[in-house]
């Protein structure tokens, strides 16, 4: 046989067959073959493309056999069979886009090309064909109507799924059984949608109730997403039945009230009280109704299952995070390692969700070791307008609100919510799917906003052309109960009655939850216990002291490392240094000071969670809670290892978050009274970026709520040249929020200080929030150490007096100050001999410690020269809280404080090294130098 011809000389032959058509690409393919491997073709045909190669002059049409023919035929099949599945595949791609979504019926959704069998080149296929359908779920073989009819009933009617981006296939295979084999017609038995019915009319009544009993009153109405009811419905009684114990919701207003009563068993009659402006609250200054929580228990298929609805504030997103905090801590306490016990369920507004960056910090959490919840049901209850916003053109660049969930491989299942009976369908398969998989689902619930953003609002003057539409639609219960009664369900007499048994039961302000248990069972399911911390006073003495042979063998077994465990250099050196600290030989540091309080609070039984974004190791270097193997990489927690059968630290390098991280940890400590939950920012200005959940969290959670919480911040403070972005923590904003003795600030400055004041935290029966200057500079400085008596005998001081101990009646200035700038003082003090003068340390600002103050000036009743020095700004820093204190307890000696600071400025500090040290040369001149104007205090402008 002759060599096969170049591929050109074959493109120049093929162009001279004299073929018939419907031979052609049957002898393309061969021909391909035979390029390849003359002996792949039968003998036939590579004789005949061996004489088209000897002769390339005209050549004879080939007669077709019986078995060409069949060839073929099975050539064609194949390729209509590749067509078939690529079909399939792009109605599970794409199907959504022509799903009928929309109650509104705004836009007809027309089918993208890919959805056609046009586009697949199928228009001609032969009726009675059948196919392999490949994974879709169904007949096999079927025909391509009846492949089609699947394919448009599961994913173009009204739920629109997707999951094709998920990168698992298993979870993948998974939804696409769950979705096909239902096809859109989910077999409700007659009690599962008479149920459905009910809790439509529930939704539905209570609005009208409301808006007929209270009118005008802001309510922010579910009408228009009553399905919202029925879908949490169905999540708490498939989830009881699935073994969960507590799931805790977090929700903004819209619907809040009518989830309150319908979903969580709140009584009509309490609700009336807050609408009438009465209420039982002792303490705080209380809140508007819609931003309260509430907690239950409903009575399930599986047992008991509890509700929390966490509080939250209006801006709208944040209250994430805090519900999943708060999920984590009680997962921990209910040792619920997969999340098979306690559950998050966050409800989502559609321009919130898209609009808000804490939704994207959530969500990336999701799956981290730190953070993890084993899987979140968000439920977006897509109005499909954002206040006034069209969601169509302004308030996103995505075609979906939910597309940001896509990031985590999150399945998105939309649903119309005039379909009740879909809504519930893609509950229950997102709730198996978070139950099976561990991960986050989201059910886009589409619906609309009958009334305004509030029943105060005119919502057609902004949206004229929706709301005609709104005002002529029938409401979902009446779409539903239609076709209940057109089904035989239910007669009309039935739905009427239905209606007036709820009306009756709001009337007597009983409860309208099927299930709902008393309160005693509650308290008796919810451990989360905080009796013990209510009323309690910031200024009892607790001893916080430890044995000191304790305190050495506890240092002694940290260091203690598993055998060949290799560590860097520098770690090495730090290791060592601990081991002379814990036999007496050298004074302790703040980092390890800062160990042994959390060692001897473990050694006590409480928990401690710290998570940060250099937690581990300490962004100045400093902490080393984890250790390294720098052979193998393996890491190493000593703090673990105390309880080896037991751990109760957890440290944790977060994700680059502050906003969202910060909201975690206050969720996870309002919900574990007993743990030490600390949150330390890589800068303490990072505090910055998470701003909203200190104002509306920490500083005011318990005045609006009567929510305590624990939550320690720990914030690098210091001035030491590092520009305006490192170098303040800002305590002015977190000083002007201190009232009503809502939380601690404080200021330590010596390893025993941060000691005993981490150890206070726990240690008295008082939970509130404490906010630390933590120190840069100061963890090695070579005069800020402690020794292991002053661990041993003290307590945390809340005012240092003068540690020279001058001689009272010779002291004629007394000067005050917070933080690093401390050790300058005293440097020159020392320097300068300035026996005459007595430096005070304020180490807690908040609450004030005025009697210790009192106490420790009058000890220098000769001082004529009160003076508060400061590194930061007069505008910033502690001045402008500490001067009208300070006066107060100056003005019955007849004097006044002088300040010395920085010039006021608009950022924190400078950015040149040699204008800092020129600034604080300044600083310590001014500060030991004669009294001038500049020092005079001036009103604050």
Same mark, same amino acid.
């Given at each position: 046989?002759?060599?096969?011809?170049?591929?050109?000389?074959?493109?120049?032959?093929?162009?001279?067959?004299?073929?018939?058509?419907?031979?052609?690409?049957?002898?393309?393919?061969?021909?391909?073959?035979?390029?390849?491997?003359?002996?792949?073709?039968?003998?036939?045909?590579?004789?005949?493309?061996?004489?088209?190669?000897? !002769?390339?002059?005209?050549?004879?049409?080939?007669?077709?056999?019986?078995?060409?023919?069949?060839?073929?035929? !099975?050539?064609?099949?194949?390729?209509?069979?590749?067509?078939?599945?690529?079909?399939?595949?792009?109605?599970?791609?794409?199907?959504?886009?022509?799903?009928?979504?929309?109650?509104?019926?705004?836009?007809?959704?027309? =089918?993208?090309?890919?959805?056609?069998?046009?586009?697949?080149?199928?228009?001609?296929?032969?009726?009675?064909?059948?196919?392999?359908?490949?994974?879709?779920?169904?007949?096999?073989?079927?025909?391509?109507?009846?492949?089609?009819?699947?394919?448009?009933?599961?994913?173009?009617?009204?739920?629109?799924?997707?999951?094709?981006?998920?990168?698992?296939?298993?979870?993948?295979?998974?939804?696409?059984?769950?979705?096909?084999?239902?096809?859109?017609?989910?077999?409700?038995?007659?009690?599962?949608?008479? /149920?459905?019915?009910?809790?439509?009319?529930?939704?539905?009544?209570?609005?009208?109730?409301?808006?007929?009993?209270?009118?005008?009153?802001?309510?922010?109405?579910?009408?228009?997403?009553?399905?919202?009811?029925?879908?949490?419905?169905?999540?708490?009684?498939?989830?009881?039945?699935?073994?969960?114990?507590?799931?805790?919701?977090?929700?903004?207003?819209?619907?809040?009230?009518?989830?309150?009563?319908?979903?969580?068993?709140?009584?009509?009659?309490?609700?009336?009280?807050?609408?009438?402006?009465?209420?039982?609250?002792?303490?705080?200054?209380?809140?508007?109704?819609? %931003?309260?929580?509430?907690?239950?228990?409903?009575?399930?298929?599986?047992?008991?299952?509890?509700?929390?609805? /966490?509080?939250?504030?209006?801006?709208?997103?944040? *209250?994430?995070?805090?519900?999943?905090?708060?999920?984590?801590?009680?997962?921990?306490?209910?040792?619920?390692?997969?999340?098979?016990?306690?559950?998050?369920?966050?409800?989502?507004?559609?321009?919130?969700?898209?609009?808000?960056?804490?939704?994207?910090?959530?969500?990336?959490?999701?799956?981290?070791?730190?953070?993890?919840?084993?899987?979140?049901?968000?439920?977006?209850?897509?109005?499909?307008?954002?206040?006034?916003?069209?969601?169509?053109?302004?308030?996103?660049?995505?075609?979906?609100?939910?597309?940001?969930?896509?990031?985590?491989?999150?399945?998105?299942?939309?649903?119309?919510?005039?379909?009740?009976?879909?809504?519930?369908?893609?509950?229950? *398969?997102?709730? !198996?799917?978070?139950?099976?998989?561990?991960?986050?689902?989201?059910?886009?619930?589409?619906?609309?906003?009958?009334?305004?953003?509030?029943?105060?609002?005119?919502?057609?003057?902004?949206?004229?052309?929706?709301?005609?539409?709104?005002?002529?639609?029938?409401?979902?219960?009446?779409?539903?109960?239609?076709?209940?009664?057109?089904?035989?369900?239910?007669?009309?007499?039935?739905?009427?009655?239905?209606?007036?048994?709820?009306?009756?039961?709001?009337?007597?302000?009983?409860?309208?939850?099927?299930?709902?248990?008393?309160?005693?069972?509650?308290?008796?399911?919810?451990?989360?216990?905080?009796?013990?911390?209510?009323?309690?006073?910031?200024?009892?003495?607790?001893?916080?002291?430890?044995?000191?042979?304790?305190?050495?063998?506890?240092?002694?077994?940290?260091?203690?490392?598993?055998? /060949?465990?290799?560590? %860097?250099?520098?770690?090495?050196?730090?290791?060592?240094?601990?081991?002379?600290?814990?036999?007496?030989?050298?004074?302790?540091?703040?980092?390890?000071?800062?160990?042994?309080?959390?060692?001897?609070?473990?050694?006590?039984?409480?928990?401690?969670?710290?998570?940060?974004?250099?937690?581990?190791?300490?962004?100045?270097?400093?902490?080393?809670?984890?250790?390294?193997?720098?052979?193998?990489?393996?890491?190493?927690?000593?703090?673990?290892?105390?309880?080896?059968?037991?751990?109760?630290?957890?440290?944790?390098?977060?994700?680059?978050?502050?906003?969202?991280?910060?909201?975690?940890?206050?969720?996870?400590?309002?919900?574990? =009274?007993?743990?030490?939950?600390?949150?330390?920012?890589?800068?303490?200005?990072?505090?910055?970026?998470?701003?909203?959940?200190?104002?509306?969290?920490?500083?005011?959670?318990?005045?609006?709520?009567?929510?305590?919480?624990?939550? *320690?911040?720990?914030?690098?403070?210091?001035?030491?040249?590092?520009?305006?972005?490192?170098?303040?923590?800002? =305590?002015?904003?977190?000083?002007?929020?201190?009232?009503?003795?809502?939380?601690?600030?404080?200021?330590?400055?010596?390893?025993?200080?941060?000691?005993?004041?981490?150890?206070?935290?726990?240690?008295?029966?008082?939970?509130?929030?404490?906010?630390?200057?933590?120190?840069?500079?100061?963890?090695?400085?070579?005069?800020?150490?402690?020794?292991?008596?002053?661990?041993?005998?003290?307590?945390?001081?809340?005012?240092?007096?003068?540690?020279?101990?001058?001689?009272? /009646?010779?002291?004629?200035?007394?000067?005050?100050?917070?933080?690093?700038?401390?050790?300058?003082?005293?440097?020159?003090?020392?320097?300068?001999?300035?026996?005459?003068?007595?430096?005070?340390?304020?180490?807690?600002?908040?609450?004030?410690?005025?009697?210790?103050?009192?106490?420790?000036?009058?000890?220098?009743?000769?001082?004529?020269?009160?003076?508060?020095?400061?590194?930061?700004?007069?505008?910033?820093?502690?001045?402008?809280?500490?001067?009208?204190?300070?006066?107060?307890?100056?003005? *019955?000696?007849?004097?006044?404080?002088?300040?010395?600071?920085?010039?006021?400025?608009?950022?924190?500090?400078?950015?040149?090294?040699?204008?800092?040290?020129?600034?604080?040369?300044?600083?310590?001149?001014?500060?030991?130098?004669?009294?001038?104007?500049?020092?005079?205090?001036?009103?604050?402008?």
């Amino acid at each position: 046989m002759n060599e096969p011809p170049s591929r050109q000389q074959a493109l120049t032959i093929l162009r001279r067959m004299d073929l018939h058509p419907d031979s052609m690409a049957f002898a393309e393919q061969l021909f391909e073959r035979y390029l390849a491997d003359p002996e792949s073709v039968p003998p036939t045909w590579a004789d005949y493309f061996g004489a088209l190669e000897r !002769d390339p002059g005209p050549t004879p049409r080939r007669r077709m056999t019986d078995q060409d023919c069949i060839e073929i035929r !099975d050539l064609q099949l194949e390729r209509v069979q590749v067509r078939v599945l690529q079909y399939i595949n792009s109605h599970r791609f794409l199907g959504h886009f022509a799903a009928r979504l929309d109650p509104l019926g705004r836009v007809d959704p027309e =089918p993208p090309p890919e959805l056609t069998r046009a586009y697949h080149k199928l228009d001609d296929v032969d009726p009675d064909q059948a196919f392999d359908p490949g994974s879709l779920h169904g007949p096999n073989p079927a025909r391509l109507e009846e492949i089609e009819s699947i394919l448009k009933d599961t994913y173009c009617a009204f739920i629109g799924a997707e999951f094709m981006h998920l990168v698992s296939t298993a979870e993948k295979r998974w939804l696409q059984q769950r979705l096909e084999s239902a096809r859109g017609h989910f077999g409700f038995d007659h009690a599962t949608r008479e /149920a459905i019915l009910e809790r439509l009319t529930a939704a539905e009544g209570l609005e009208r109730y409301l808006h007929n009993r209270y009118v005008g009153q802001k309510r922010f109405s579910l009408e228009g997403a009553e399905s919202l009811i029925p879908l949490l419905n169905a999540l708490v009684q498939r989830g009881g039945a699935r073994g969960l114990k507590e799931i805790v919701v977090g929700m903004a207003h819209r619907g809040r009230l009518n989830v309150q009563v319908n979903i969580f068993g709140k009584s009509p009659r309490e609700l009336a009280d807050e609408f009438e402006g009465r209420h039982s609250r002792n303490r705080g200054t209380g809140d508007v109704k819609y %931003h309260l929580g509430y907690s239950a228990s409903i009575q399930t298929q599986g047992g008991p299952l509890h509700l929390a609805l /966490a509080f939250n504030p209006s801006h709208l997103e944040i *209250v994430s995070p805090v519900v999943e905090g708060s999920v984590r801590a009680r997962q921990v306490r209910l040792r619920d390692r997969s999340g098979e016990k306690v559950m998050p369920v966050v409800i989502h507004g559609d321009a919130s969700f898209a609009g808000q960056g804490v939704v994207m910090e959530t969500l990336n959490m999701s799956q981290t070791r730190g953070f993890s919840t084993k899987g979140t049901v968000h439920i977006v209850v897509n109005n499909q307008i954002g206040f006034t916003t069209s969601t169509l053109k302004d308030s996103r660049s995505t075609h979906y609100a939910t597309d940001v969930a896509k990031m985590v491989s999150a399945p998105i299942l939309h649903v119309n919510g005039d379909d009740p009976e879909s809504v519930v369908f893609v509950t229950q *398969v997102a709730l !198996d799917y978070r139950m099976r998989f561990g991960k986050d689902v989201v059910i886009d619930l589409v619906c609309y906003r009958r009334q305004g953003h509030n029943e105060a609002d005119e919502p057609s003057a902004t949206q004229p052309m929706m709301y005609r539409i709104i005002r002529g639609l029938p409401t979902t219960r009446q779409r539903y109960a239609a076709q209940l009664v057109a089904d035989g369900v239910l007669d009309e007499e039935a739905v009427e009655r239905m209606q007036e048994r709820y009306r009756d039961s709001l009337d007597a302000g009983e409860s309208v939850v099927p299930g709902l248990l008393p309160r005693d069972v509650i308290n008796g399911h919810d451990r989360t216990d905080w009796g013990a911390f209510i009323n309690q006073s910031w200024d009892q003495d607790v001893p916080t002291g430890v044995p000191r042979g304790e305190l050495g063998n506890l240092l002694e077994r940290l260091n203690n490392l598993p055998e /060949a465990f290799s560590v %860097h250099p520098r770690v090495r050196r730090i290791l060592e240094a601990r081991r002379a600290m814990a036999t007496g030989e050298q004074s302790l540091d703040w980092g390890t000071a800062e160990t042994l309080a959390y060692a001897t609070l473990i050694r006590d039984g409480y928990r401690i969670r710290l998570s940060g974004q250099d937690s581990g190791r300490g962004t100045f270097f400093h902490r080393h809670a984890v250790l390294h193997n720098q052979e193998t990489g393996e890491a190493c927690v000593p703090l673990r290892r105390l309880d080896p059968e037991n751990p109760r630290f957890l440290v944790i390098d977060s994700l680059l978050s502050e906003e969202a991280v910060l909201a975690f940890e206050y969720g996870y400590a309002t919900a574990f =009274p007993n743990a030490l939950v600390l949150w330390e920012a890589q800068f303490g200005d990072f505090a910055n970026g998470a701003q909203v959940v200190i104002d509306q969290f920490i500083s005011s959670g318990e005045q609006k709520w009567d929510r305590l919480c624990g939550l *320690v911040l720990l914030l690098p403070h210091g001035y030491e040249g590092q520009g305006p972005e490192h170098s303040s923590a800002r =305590p002015e904003r977190f000083l002007q929020l201190c009232a009503q003795e809502n939380m601690q600030v404080c200021v330590p400055t010596t390893p025993a200080q941060i000691f005993h004041l981490l150890r206070r935290q726990m240690l008295r029966p008082y939970r509130k929030p404490l906010v630390v200057m933590t120190p840069k500079s100061l963890l090695r400085h070579k005069l800020a150490v402690s020794d292991l008596d002053e661990l041993a005998k003290g307590r945390f001081e809340s005012v240092i007096d003068d540690i020279d101990a001058p001689e009272p /009646a010779a002291v004629r200035r007394v000067m005050l100050t917070a933080g690093r700038l401390y050790y300058d003082l005293l440097s020159e003090k020392r320097e300068k001999g300035r026996d005459d003068t007595a430096i005070l340390r304020l180490e807690q600002c908040y609450p004030f410690p005025e009697a210790e103050i009192t106490r420790l000036l009058g000890r220098y009743d000769q001082a004529t020269e009160f003076v508060w020095v400061q590194d930061e700004p007069e505008n910033q820093g502690y001045l402008g809280f500490v001067q009208p204190r300070l006066n107060a307890l100056l003005e *019955v000696r007849g004097q006044a404080l002088h300040a010395v600071a920085r010039p006021p400025a608009a950022a924190p500090a400078v950015g040149y090294p040699e204008v800092h040290k020129a600034q604080q040369e300044e600083l310590i001149r001014r500060g030991f130098g004669p009294i001038t104007a500049r020092d005079t205090p001036r009103p604050t402008l």
